[in-house]
């Protein structure tokens, strides 16, 4: 399915036409059983869910990339982000890091409400799209376990119809694999028919300038995101949106994870190259003062 010249291809091609598609061994099982174990302890000590959505016989964390040093594969796969980048650059400056959230669906857990992810904002939709999301197995899913139920071409102009009365595809996959959705492609949960737990991750990117799902600097302040490599720490946050969106004292966020941060600070202009081009022409028409 992969070319040697261009590997997001196909997979860009799958998600704009289907608005789903599964990347086969997209890591190492070795690296996924490695995050599996760095997150048993989580999924040991967690509660259940409250509430028909979330589902009272599942259990959901975030916060993975302090967690596990293995998130970090997940969140940054090369494939994957440049897949995000494509179907989404055209409606941003920059990509964010909406979510990384592990589930762990019990025996007995029916099968979750249909849903499109885009439906957390309150924007126009059929439009464009807000966020790709991503599922990685931590555990084999099959069609009895709750394996991620996906309705084909729900998503774009689709999704402002109801396709809960066609029949979905159960993204069966084993770790390693990688399930890729829009937000606007409908989905759920399937029931676990099983006695043994399905256990995944779900890590999204969302269009730089919308409030994520999950509020990446409280899950990685300054003092845990100063970890993090460069581009990782941009990802989750601390960068800005052009033109000046989500800046601290009038800067990049990123001033933050430098060792000393000067108690004041100049604003810098932080503009697309358009609106850079404008400001030069004003500023060459304005009269000598």
Not at 4 to 15: E, H, I, K, M, S
Not at 44 to 53: E, N, V, Y
């Amino acid at each position: 399915m992969t070319t040697p010249n261009d590997p997001v291809a196909p997979y860009a091609t799958a998600l704009r036409r289907d608005g789903w598609c599964i990347i086969p061994d997209a890591l190492p099982p070795a690296t996924i059983a490695a995050l599996d174990r760095d997150l048993e302890p989580t999924f040991a000590r967690t509660p259940f869910c409250q509430g028909g959505f979330y589902g009272e016989t599942t259990k959901r964390f975030g916060r993975l990339l302090a967690r596990s040093d293995h998130a970090a594969a997940l969140v940054q796969h090369r494939v994957i982000l440049e897949i995000a980048e494509r179907l989404l650059s055209p409606w941003c400056d920059t990509l964010q890091l909406n979510v990384t959230q592990a589930i762990a669906v019990h025996p007995g857990a029916p099968a979750q409400l249909p849903h499109r992810d885009q439906d957390m904002w309150a924007a126009p939709k059929g439009e464009l799209d807000y966020l790709i999301n991503v599922i990685w197995p931590l555990t084999d899913f099959t069609t009895d376990n709750g394996a991620t139920l996906v309705w084909p071409r729900s998503h774009g102009a689709s999704a402002l119809d109801d396709a809960s009365d066609t029949d979905p595809v159960a993204a069966a996959m084993r770790p390693g694999s990688a399930l890729l959705f829009l937000g606007s492609t409908l989905h759920g949960a399937g029931a676990n028919r099983t006695d043994r737990v399905r256990r995944g991750v779900v890590v999204g990117y969302a269009l730089g300038w919308l409030k994520p799902y999950e509020n990446q600097w409280l899950a990685y302040p300054p003092p845990v995101a100063r970890r993090f490599p460069p581009e990782l720490a941009a990802l989750v946050g601390y960068r800005q949106h052009r033109p000046n969106l989500g800046n601290y004292e009038g800067q990049c966020p990123s001033v933050l994870l430098r060792d000393t941060v000067p108690e004041h600070l100049a604003a810098i202009d932080a503009l697309r190259p358009d609106q850079e081009a404008a400001m030069a022409t004003y500023r060459a028409e304005q009269p000598m003062p």
